[in-house]
Structures are given as C-alpha cells and as structure tokens.
C-alpha cells in the first residue's frame, strides 16, 4: 500500500510519499522516488503509485500535458481516466 499526501499551507504546496515497494507478500524500500515536480511542465507535481515504470514514464515524459494545453477548459473526467 503506497501513501501520498499533499498539504497546502501559507501558499505552498508540499507533497510527500513513502518508500516501500512491494508484491502483496514481501516489501522493500527504493531510491525511487513517487512524487516529483515535472520538468518540462513548470507549476506541476505529480505522485503516482503501483509500477514504478508507470512512475518513470510520468517523470520523463516530454509531452505528458501538451493535451491539457490543448483543452484547457474543456476537461473532462472521461479524460481524465482514460
């Protein structure tokens, strides 16, 4: 089970994540991290959970929100979750 948790306070925003990897039975804890500011995208935090590959194409994507760009108001939840 993964715990990210995000706080705003005084204006700032804070994100956090625990460490542990684990396949339901057995866990360790990684160097990787779950919360990260995108770089390419000034203004975003994201957390993720379960593959860490999953994680890793979030942090490194180029062109992870060029959509959202796009969008703008027009967001969906369909989108979203799609």
């Not at 705003?8 to 804890?29: P, Q, R």
């Not at 975003?44 to 959509?67: H, V």
């Amino acid at each position: 089970m993964t715990c990210i948790i995000g706080l705003l306070s005084n204006g700032v925003s804070y994100m956090g994540a625990d460490s542990l990897g684990s396949n339901g039975y057995t866990g360790n804890v990684y160097k990787n991290r779950k919360v990260f500011k995108l770089d390419n995208n000034k203004g975003i935090m994201a957390g993720y959970t379960s593959s860490f590959r999953m994680g890793q194409l979030l942090q490194y994507s180029s062109n992870l929100f060029d959509e959202l760009n796009l969008l703008k108001n027009n967001i969906d939840e369909k989108y979203i979750y799609s």
